[in-house]
T-cell receptor, first 112, second 115 residues
Framework: SQQGEEDPQALSIQEGENATMNCSYK?????LQWYRQNSGRGLVHLIL?????REKHSGRLRVTLDTSKKSSSLLITASRAADTASYFC????????????FGEGTQLTVNP | GAVVSQHPSWVICKSGTSVKIECRSL??????MFWYRQFPKQSLMLMAT?????????EQGVEKDKFLINHASLTLSTLTVTSAHPEDSSFYIC???????????FGQGTRLTVV
C-alpha cells in the first residue's frame, strides 16, 4: 500500500513562478527521493535526500526533509513550461532494502 | 547514466491471450527489478519484486499465476500477463535500483490495452 501522501494533488502556475509540492510519510526512512513522470512515460530520478539531511539543492530544485514531522517538500524555482509533469516522492525504509514506496503524486502544470 | 529499457511501449491484445513485457538493464547488472502497475492519474503500485535466479516476491493481492515474472539473467526480467482481461488494461512500469543504492532507474513503461 502507498504510505505517502502528497499535496497538492494538482498545481497550476505561470512560467517563472515557483512551485512547491509536499509529501508526508508514515514510517521511518533511510532516504526520500523525488521523481518526475511525463505523461505516459517512465519515471526519472530528480534528487535523493538522506534521513540525516535537512536540505538539498540541485539546480532549480530544493528539497527539504523534516523527519520529526515525517514530511518533505520539493521546490522548483523559476518554473518553465517543460517542468509540466507529475512529481512523486518515494521512500525506502530501514527494512525494505531498495524497495520504494511512492506517494500519490502532484500534477504540475506550468502555463507559458 | 544507467538505462533501463522496457519493451514494448504499448500493446493491444485480445481477451484470453497472454502478453510478455521485457525489462532490460542496458549498462549495469540488476539482481533485483521491480514491477509496478499504474492507473490513470494515480501513483505506482508495486506488484512484485523480481529476483535474479530465484522466485519473484509478490505483493499482497497480486495473483502470481496471472502475472508471471522471470528473471533469468542479470540484465533481463520479464512480466507475462496471462489470460488477459480488459481489467488488466493498465500502464506497467519496471525499475532497477542503482547497484549499492536505492535510486531507481525506470523503464519507459508499457501501455497494455486488452480488448
Amino acid at each position: 500500500s502507498q504510505q505517502g501522501e502528497e499535496d497538492p494533488q494538482a498545481l497550476s502556475i505561470q512560467e517563472g513562478e515557483n512551485a512547491t509540492m509536499n509529501c508526508s510519510y508514515k514510517t521511518s526512512i533511510n532516504n526520500l527521493q523525488w521523481y518526475r513522470q511525463n505523461s505516459g512515460r517512465g519515471l526519472v530520478h530528480l534528487i535523493l535526500i538522506r534521513s540525516n539531511e535537512r536540505e538539498k539543492h540541485s539546480g532549480r530544485l530544493r528539497v527539504t526533509l523534516d523527519t520529526s514531522k515525517k514530511s518533505s517538500s520539493l521546490l522548483i524555482t523559476a518554473s518553465r513550461a517543460a517542468d509540466t509533469a507529475s512529481y512523486f516522492c518515494a521512500t525506502d525504509g530501514k527494512t525494505s532494502g531498495s524497495r520504494l514506496t511512492f506517494g500519490e503524486g502532484t500534477q504540475l502544470t506550468v502555463n507559458p | 547514466g544507467a538505462v533501463v529499457s522496457q519493451h514494448p511501449s504499448w500493446v493491444i491484445c485480445k481477451s484470453g491471450t497472454s502478453v510478455k513485457i521485457e525489462c532490460r538493464s542496458l549498462d549495469f547488472q540488476a539482481t533485483t527489478m521491480f514491477w509496478y502497475r499504474q492507473f490513470p492519474k494515480q501513483s505506482l503500485m508495486l506488484m512484485a519484486t523480481s529476483n535474479e535466479g530465484s522466485k519473484a516476491t509478490y505483493e499482497q493481492g497480486v495473483e502470481k499465476d496471472k502475472f508471471l515474472i522471470n528473471h533469468a539473467s542479470l540484465t533481463l526480467s520479464t512480466l507475462t500477463v496471462t489470460s488477459a482481461h480488459p481489467e488488466d488494461s493498465s500502464f506497467y512500469i519496471c525499475s532497477a535500483p542503482r547497484q549499492g543504492g536505492t535510486e531507481a532507474f525506470f523503464g519507459q513503461g508499457t501501455r497494455l490495452t486488452v480488448v
